[in-house]
């Protein structure tokens, strides 16, 4: 493709030597379907920095990075879309044409590289620590008699405008309730007091937090026994290798029982991540050390699944496993509460029921509490007296942002489960308009493998309604339904029959996205999915896949004019984490307000939409760190009108302001190295006011050292 001739061409390779003109080759893609973003996340995109053209090609697995010289290539290489980074070098790079038949929703991502750094959209809601809830509106040169460089513009009531210096950066935070937010007045004085209002809140709480923590902590706890020969056989037996991050939260655990702490630990981790493992390793070196062990879940069908797989990894010892919940008889019921307070039940699992004042333990050791944020207040009551001087294990699924695991490391231990466990593959996203066609073809294609389907639907109204048309469009497949308007005995019937492999679709709302584990079901369809939250379709996206098949999740939508821009941007952000784990990255409203409800109760809501999720995370770490009299770590200043970078360089607002984060956050002279090889690699030869940029802040970490 050396010639205006060649433009056409639906398939065409790049090479060193065959040198495609650096204009011809941006109108070419343009020609060819692909559609040209600020940064490239997904196939059919391409992005172009200065003299670096990124390119995803339709068919390739991995995105490409171009490095032009004038009109020659000096670069061809592979780049890492979680980094930005490149990673291998090339020899040739083949271009296809994007289908025009293409998802409306599958362009214009909006994720950043490795960071967690969330950026601002113009007009997107902010809030600054000083002066509140403001509308962003870009970065803006100013040269005046007093001001000189560059300035965040924010715009608050009134049309009232401030410029704020790159320099305070830091001060400025995403808000999250963008459709919410309503702007604050800059010179009344309102948020002074409403921050001053959460501060006060803050305090209270987390002095009361954290003096429980340093007074548990000092308390003398039962100091368990090293690992028995039984401990060791049932861990060989387990059927998988753990993952480094498995073994870590397991040792930490173990260190803890036998030092005779008295522990206190949050297991977070994606969904499918093995918490379950690690939490049946503390159980039993729990009972082999002759205490009990209660296992606190949401819903009994997470009760089911959890004693079944209990009694089964325990099946060669003589462990006693009970369940009590509501699907239990209650002469049964009678039997149980009298063997556990005798100590003749080991390991109990159950959902609130074992909350109430007739289940009494003879000698509990370890309580385990499963996604702790889906009880009541009056439970938390409960599970707080149960908690007193024995072993606490909270698992979840919801990630917990930096921020706020960095505030909460003086409230709770946290072992932090990110591996994925080998063999497991990543889902498989499709964002697709809803069809008959795709609908038939996906059920059947999983059906044809022995494999079955979830298919959720959440107007329980109309799912009859939709039974029958999924019954007309698949007529030789068995579908049940399942929702959480079933009697506890139904609801559990029809999910026995699906696990035991009596019906291929389960029709079914959310009821499924709580820890539900059916290692033969790979395919999920999403029915209206722009109605479902963020953390929810991470959630349900997890049932899937969890074996060694690969799964498939297909959120079907509406027409993209039928859809608010609230549920466009949500899908956009689902599709652009379809990398497995990515929950840990999804910095978006719903999943940190999950996790601070984890942590703090949902009462915290408010102040957290007072403030913003980010603001709000700040406080709770400057509120701790007074706390534990720790220093602050010294902050690197920068003069806007000298270190403001050159816009021929970096020309999009969101890679500035990526890159003015990044030069404050840095703290050690590797770090700052790491950010040289980023820049270099991602935007190209740096020019010497970059490279001022970047020995300033070398001079003064330096300083700060000695």
Known sequence: MKTAKDKHKKIFNITKQNTVNYTDLIETLSHLGYSRVDMV??????????????????????????????????????????????????????????????????????????????HFEIDDYVVHEDH?????????????????????????????????????????????????????????????????????????MLEDIYHCHKKRRETKGIKYKEDSLWQLDFENQCEFELTKDQRRAVTEIKEEMEDGRVMDRLICGDVGYGKTEVMMRAAFKTVENDKQVLILVPTTILAQQHEKNIKKRLEKFPIKVAQLSRLIEPSLQKIYLKQIEKQQIDILVGTHRVLQNDVKFANLGLLVIDE???????????????????????????????????????????????????????????????????????????????????????NIENMEKKKKYLSTLCPNIKIDIAHGQLSAQALSKIMQSFIKGESQVLLCSTIIENGLDIHNANTLIIDEAQNFGLAQIHQLRGRVGRGHRQGIAYLLINKEEEMTEKAKKRLRAIKASAVLGSGYTLAMKDLEIRGAGAMFGQQQHGHIFDVGFSLYCKMIEETLSRLRNETQKRKINLNPRLYSLPSDYMSGDQDRQ?????????????????????????????????????????TKLGENET
């Not at 339709?58 to 980094?83: A, M, V």
């Not at 830091?170 to 009344?188: D, F, G, M, S, V």
């Not at 960095?406 to 697709?432: E, F, N, Q, Y």
Request: aromatic share 8%; net charge positive.
């Open 658 to 698: 990526w890159f003015y984060k990044q030069i404050q956050i840095v703290q050690r002279e590797e770090e700052l190295i790491e950010l040289r090889h980023t820049l270099r690699d991602r935007f190209g030869k740096l020019p010497l006011k970059v490279k001022k940029i970047l020995h300033f802040i070398a």
């Open 41 to 118: 996340l997904v196939r059919g995109e391409f992005a172009v920095r200065g003299e670096i053209i990124d390119i995803f090609g339709y068919t390739n697995k991995h995105p490409n990075r171009i490095e032009y010289n004038g009109n020659c290539i000096e670069r061809l290489s592979q780049f890492d879309i979680e980094t930005q980074r490149s990673k291998k070098e090339e020899d040739e790079i083949k271009v296809q044409s994007v289908p025009k038949k293409q998802d409306p929703l599958q362009l214009e991502q909006t994720k950043h590289p490795k960071t967690e750094f969330q």
């Open 132 to 204: 509140g809830i403001a509308q962003y509106k870009g970065l803006k040169h100013i040269k005046t008699t007093s001001l000189q460089g560059e300035f965040f513009e924010l715009k608050f009531k009134d049309s009232d405008h401030l410029y704020i210096s790159i320099d305070n950066l830091e001060k400025i935070h995403p808000y999250n309730e963008q459709e919410k937010a309503t702007l604050t007045h800059l010179y009344r004085g309102e948020w002074s007091k409403k921050k001053a209002r959460v501060q006060t809140q803050l305090n209270t």
């Open 372 to 458: 702790e944020q889906r009880f009541g207040v009056r439970h938390k009551e409960r599970i707080k007296h149960l908690k007193n001087n024995i072993n606490v294990m909270t698992l979840s699924a919801t990630p917990i942002p930096r921020t706020l695991y960095h505030a909460l490391t003086g409230a709770k231990d946290i072992s932090k489960i990110s591996t994925a466990p080998k063999g497991r593959k990543a889902v498989t996203t499709i964002l697709s308009l809803r069809e008959d066609r795709i609908i038939k073809q996906a059920i059947e294609k999983e059906v044809s493998k022995k494999g079955q389907v979830f298919y959720v639907y959440n």
